[in-house]
């Protein structure tokens, strides 16, 4: 006779051991949290160069996708390039051309920025330092002739502004100075130390490279890494679970790469609007300028505004009368970019309020830093679009609408799912108590009798 388990006894036994398993894991956290912290950072630096290659990869994707339909797929169409190899060779030419092609795009993209545009930006920032004292003193004199009607305001700017240079050079002479010259003759501890920062960044460009070349097997065979995570998902859960976290994983893919892609453009577009415009206004440091509101632009938000800041502060300390006229320009063009550029490039909106903005970008800043700032709208516009589907299938589990319209002023709501609207009822007035009347009364008979004495002794 063969015994049967009982299958209640299977799950007491299976919630028991994972029950300890959790314990265990709570207990290696909290005490443990150092040793788990490194083994995390070694592993980090084991798989850098995958993870470099797979954001990579993510990264060209829509380049691959618009290069591939838009101009590889076309051109071998017309000029019937591969007609002797099969369908699925052709594609496989098609792709390795398309993944060339979009390399060409991005080394070239990086060639022109370092050698066209990083020497202008290196060359505006040398000259910004070695005339500073210039710019500050051409800024106290136009101050002083702005408020001639206003002395005092004159003279506590600029006396605000000559103890900002005067602190800046001495702290320049007193401690930047004598630290270099300190550092000189410990050549030993330099040369370890010039030595280590070399390591590190040959160590990050070895990364980077090999990185690289994983981004191009990624992309090349992207379909099948789809394919074969998909094959996995149905095989290990159920089909209705599977069907979910799919459109999940698809949901976020379009968020995160629609909204960065589309975010990257419109900074893109804003840098060249600014330098066009900039340099029509005849404002000092266009490349600079233009450079500091394009890149902040990718941050949303307060992107413009962190880069209006230190480029206003630029134009004021060299040509003061434009300061007001480019902040002006600020103003419009992100009123423009807001409500033309942005909306027409991107490809839809988060649904976030501009509360959840602001908060996502704050909390994911104060995590991840500029990174987080960046990535912290697409993730908090996934999170909340994941508890609204959520939210949407339990209120249709129980029959009830999913419009946020219906739950305005709601009362109760019964079991059958009818809605009844709060209605104020104001309280039913106490009726004082007798001790509180009683109190009343005594201090009005006391009120009383004061006044009638303070009159008597006026009248005698």
């Given at each position: ?38 083994g ?6 084991i ?7 797979f ?10 996708n618009?290069?591939?339909?838009n ?9 019937k ?23 060409i ?38 101050l ?16 605000m502004?000559?103890?900002y ?31 280590e ?24 065979s ?14 290990f ?12 994983v ?12 589309g ?6 577009i ?18 600079l ?6 890149v ?40 423009i970019?807001?409500?033309?550029i ?10 976030l309020?501009?509360f ?16 987080g ?5 697409p993730?908090t516009?996934?999170?909340f ?15 009830m609408?999913?419009e ?19 209605v ?12 509180f ?20 002794k006026?009248?005698?």
């Amino acid at each position: 006779m063969k015994l049967k388990p009982d299958k209640k006894y299977i799950h007491m036994g299976l919630t028991l051991f994972f029950t300890a398993i959790a314990i265990m894991l709570v207990f290696f956290f909290v005490y443990r949290h150092a040793s788990i912290r490194a083994g995390i950072d070694t592993m980090n630096k084991i798989l850098a160069p995958i993870i470099y290659g797979f954001i990579l990869a993510y990264i060209m994707t829509p380049l691959l996708n618009f290069i591939e339909k838009n101009a590889v797929f076309p051109l071998y169409k017309k000029f019937k390039f591969f007609n002797n190899y099969s369908e699925k060779k052709q594609k496989k030419k098609a792709r390795s051309l398309s993944i060339i092609a979009t390399l060409i795009v991005v080394f070239a993209f990086l060639y022109f920025f370092f050698v066209n545009v990083i020497p202008e930006i290196y060359k505006s920032l040398q000259n910004i330092i070695s005339h500073y004292s210039i710019y500050t003193n051409n800024l106290v004199r136009w101050l002083n002739k702005l408020m001639d009607d206003n002395p005092d305001i004159a003279k506590l700017f600029s006396q605000m502004i000559i103890n900002y240079s005067s602190e800046t050079d001495n702290w320049l002479n007193d401690f930047l100075l004598p630290t270099v010259s300190k550092l000189f003759p410990n050549i030993t501890d330099i040369f370890l130390e010039f030595s280590e920062s070399l390591l590190r960044f040959g160590k990050f460009l070895w990364n980077v490279v090999i990185g690289l070349i994983i981004s191009i097997y990624v992309l090349s065979s992207k379909e099948k890494f789809s394919r074969s995570c998909t094959k996995l998902l149905y095989a290990f859960f159920e089909n209705k679970t599977a069907n979910k976290i799919l459109e999940a994983v698809r949901f976020t893919h379009h968020k995160f790469i629609g909204f960065l892609s589309g975010k990257v453009v419109d900074s893109l577009i804003v840098g060249m609007i600014s330098f066009i415009a900039l340099t029509i206004l005849g404002m000092p440091y266009v490349l600079l300028v233009s450079m500091i509101i394009g890149v902040t632009n990718i941050i949303p938000f307060f992107g413009p505004w962190f880069g209006a800041v230190p480029s206003a502060i630029i134009i004021l300390m060299v040509a003061p009368k434009k300061a007001l006229i480019f902040i002006i320009y600020i103003v419009i063009l992100q009123q423009i970019d807001g409500n033309v550029i942005g909306p027409k490039i991107l490809s839809e909106s988060t649904g976030l309020s501009s509360f959840w903005i602001i908060c996502s970008i704050t909390i994911f800043g104060g995590l991840f830093g500029v990174p987080g700032m960046i990535i912290g709208v697409p993730v908090t516009a996934v999170i909340f679009a994941g508890i609204n589907s959520i939210t949407n299938s339990k209120l249709e589990k129980k029959n009830m609408p999913v419009e946020e319209e219906n739950y305005f002023e709601v009362g109760q709501v019964s079991n059958e799912g009818e809605f009844t609207p709060y209605v104020y009822v104001e309280p039913p007035k106490q009726k004082p108590s007798k001790a509180f009347i009683k109190m009343i009364n005594f201090v009005k008979k006391i009120t009383i009798n004061t006044k009638e004495k303070i009159t008597k002794k006026k009248e005698n």
